[in-house]
């Protein structure tokens, strides 16, 4: 059972546009949700996060957005650069102190020049 | 400074082959994370440990051990290694626990046979 769900395996969008990948979650109890980048033959590196107290944390060119009613978030990325291109993963945690973070199964993001 | 360090990179066993996957980090974290990564699964967590002489299992932990060993190392052990534990496997830390930021090593491919 999939709990946290990135439908959209990939996405190409062109450099200097709004690039948009969402992410839906189906438990309510997840208070904390991240958002992790991905370049090939190298680890995950944390992007953004939000609490579920929020619905709106914004960090240069990223911005995440939380849509609690609607089990939704989502990254913007503006504008949208070359090395924007990797895979990007979001995540959500159920309560602080819970070691384990719910990963989504990742959105290839390609930026085409 | 290097971060979270994993080896070796590459491995492949045969089935019923046991081995060790080191991971060593030196930002003086507490906490440290065992993920495996498969196609369409997201990453999933196998063990963790909260602090320097504690580890709990996570969501897919069968087949596995881990030890750690100080506070900058924490290993994983195959002690007979099945085709279903082929994986990109992730070793991670993280500050405290409860610390959603977490750092990956850039990972070990193991391939069972």
């Known amino acids: 059972d999939q709990q946290v769900k990135q439908n959209s395996p990939s996405l190409s969008v062109q450099e200097g546009r709004i690039s948009i990948l969402n992410c839906d979650y189906t438990n309510s109890m997840f208070d904390y949700f991240l958002w992790y980048k991905k370049y090939p033959a190298e680890g995950p590196t944390f992007l953004i996060s939000i609490s579920s107290i929020k619905d709106k944390n914004e960090d240069g060119r990223f911005t995440v957005f939380l849509n609690k009613s609607a089990k939704h978030l989502s990254l913007h990325i503006v504008p949208s650069q070359p090395g924007d291109s990797a895979v990007y993963f979001c995540a959500a945690r159920i309560d602080f102190g819970n070691e384990k973070l719910t990963f989504g199964t990742g959105t290839r993001l390609t930026i085409i020049p | 400074n290097a971060g979270v360090t994993q080896t070796p990179k590459f491995q492949v066993l045969k089935t019923g082959q046991s081995m060790t996957l080191q991971c060593a980090q030196d930002m003086n974290h507490n906490s440290m994370y065992w993920y495996r990564q498969d196609p369409g699964m997201g990453l999933r967590l196998i063990y963790y440990s909260a602090s320097e002489g504690t580890t709990d299992k996570g969501e897919v932990p069968n087949g596995y051990n881990v030890s750690r060993l100080n506070k900058r190392e924490f290993s994983l052990r195959l002690e007979s290694a099945a085709p279903s534990q082929t994986s990109v496997y992730f070793c991670?830390?993280?500050?405290?626990?409860?610390?959603?930021?977490?750092?990956f090593g850039s990972g070990t491919q193991l391939s069972v046979l």
């Open positions: 991670a830390s993280s500050e405290n626990r409860g610390n959603e930021k977490l750092f």
